[in-house]
């Protein structure tokens, strides 16, 4: 089992650049959320995909977006990049018959350096 | 409403000592409480969670939290640290739909 898994690990890209980061959820896994991690802060919820629709969304604008493919895979698009967005961008997987048990398992993340 | 707050954002210890890293919740629905650990340039692994029954909960590595609703904590222990566990730590509570509320994290550094 190959776990959660995110493309591309390293990127860096300029002010007003758009980025799109990949994963691929655990095996078997239905759901994938998304958050954003600053240096020194803990992760923080962007929004959460399920049946290829939004279904949850954190204090993000909306120059955040995301899309979810029927292999469940996901896409976090950021358009017109601010210096504030560099961050570790985490990608988490979970069964959405399971949500009462809470797993969600986190892929290794992609570090997004805007310059 | 979700948050948790964690106590000290580093903490210290001598190797073989006691690891306390404190975390308070708050939650407007009775709470699922999670302990990750990171790894520079790492994800967040899972090291235990509390969901329902057994108050005190065993994990991975010797670690283990102890839910006390009295108190609104869930503090993380390991009787004797080893230079392994010097990493982040971040405490979480989950919200509807399994969207989790991370905590800002406590670094934990081990003096050999």
């Known amino acids: 089992d190959a776990g959660v898994t995110q493309s591309p690990t390293h990127l860096i890209k300029t002010r007003g650049q758009q980025v799109t980061l990949r994963c691929s959820p655990k095996s078997g896994h239905d759901t994938v959320s998304w958050y954003q991690q600053a240096l020194g802060q803990g992760p923080q919820f962007i929004f959460q995909?399920?049946?290829?629709?939004?279904?949850q969304r954190g204090n993000f604008p909306d120059r955040f977006s995301g899309h979810q493919f029927p292999n469940y895979s996901s896409e976090l698009n950021v358009n017109a990049l601010l210096l504030g967005d560099s961050a570790l961008y985490l990608c988490?997987?979970?069964?959405?018959?399971?949500?009462?048990?809470?797993?969600?398992?986190f892929g290794p993340g992609t570090r997004l350096t805007v310059l | 409403a979700q948050s948790v707050t964690q106590l000290g954002s580093h903490v210290s210890v001598s190797e073989g000592a006691l690891v306390l890293l404190r975390c308070n919740y708050s939650?407007?629905?009775?709470?699922?409480l999670f302990w990750y650990v990171q790894y520079p340039n790492q994800g967040l692994q899972l090291l235990l969670k509390y969901t329902t029954g057994a108050t005190l909960v065993k994990g991975i590595n010797g670690f283990e939290a102890e839910f006390k609703k009295s108190e609104t904590s869930f503090h993380l222990t390991k009787p004797s640290a080893h230079m392994s566990d010097a990493a982040e730590y971040f405490c979480?509570?989950?919200?509807?739909?399994?969207?989790?509320?991370f905590g800002t994290g406590t670094s934990l550094t081990v003096i050999p």
């Open positions: 979480a509570v989950s919200g509807t739909g399994n969207q989790f509320y």
């Open positions: 939650s407007s629905v009775p709470p699922y």
């Open positions: 995909y399920y049946e290829e629709e939004e279904r």
């Open positions: 988490a997987s979970s069964l959405e018959v399971r949500l009462l048990y809470n797993e969600q398992f």
